[in-house]
């Protein structure tokens, strides 16, 4: 039987595939079914499950105030992560909380802070529509631009 916390979790991840959904909970982002068995592998931390028997859910979870470590362990294992907040004030909700996609993290994408490694080049390029090449270095702000010959 589907519940209405995991009928809302389901259609999120549909829309989400490819990621890695970080599903807040409280003060924990929760991942279900095949996102919490890599999760579990990756980051070495435990599967439990949602119900027992035949319903059983593999579920996995960290604690929302430590994410940004974890998230890195996943870009860095080539992961895509999609992070799913409380787009409602609890207090204002009757029922289940409305939940959506915040931001989603991508290894080629990362521009947090917190998560760019600070001793080496992060480099982001961008090719031009007449062959020209541009990059930047996100760590110093250096920035290139190479013509078409």
């Known amino acids: 039987m589907s519940t209405p916390l995991m009928e809302q979790y389901s259609r999120i991840k549909g829309e989400h595939p490819t990621e890695i959904l970080l599903f807040r909970l409280g003060d924990f982002y929760e991942m279900f079914y095949e996102d919490a068995k890599i999760a579990s ?3 070495g931390i435990v599967l439990t499950s949602r119900s027992k028997g035949d319903s059983r859910i593999p579920m996995a979870g960290i604690p929302h105030h430590s994410s940004r470590s974890y998230i890195n362990r996943l870009l860095k294992a080539g992961h895509r992560v999609a992070v799913c907040e409380q787009t409602q004030d609890a207090e204002e909700a009757e029922g289940l909380v409305e939940r ?8 080629g994408t990362l521009l947090e802070e917190g998560i760019l490694e600070e001793r080496k080049n992060n480099y982001l390029a961008a090719a031009t529509p ?20």
């Open 41 to 43: 592998s990756v980051l």
């Open 130 to 149: 007449d062959g020209g090449l541009a990059w930047v270095d996100l760590s110093t702000g250096a920035f290139r631009l190479e013509p078409v010959l």
């Open 100 to 107: 959506g996609v915040v931001r989603i993290i991508t290894p």
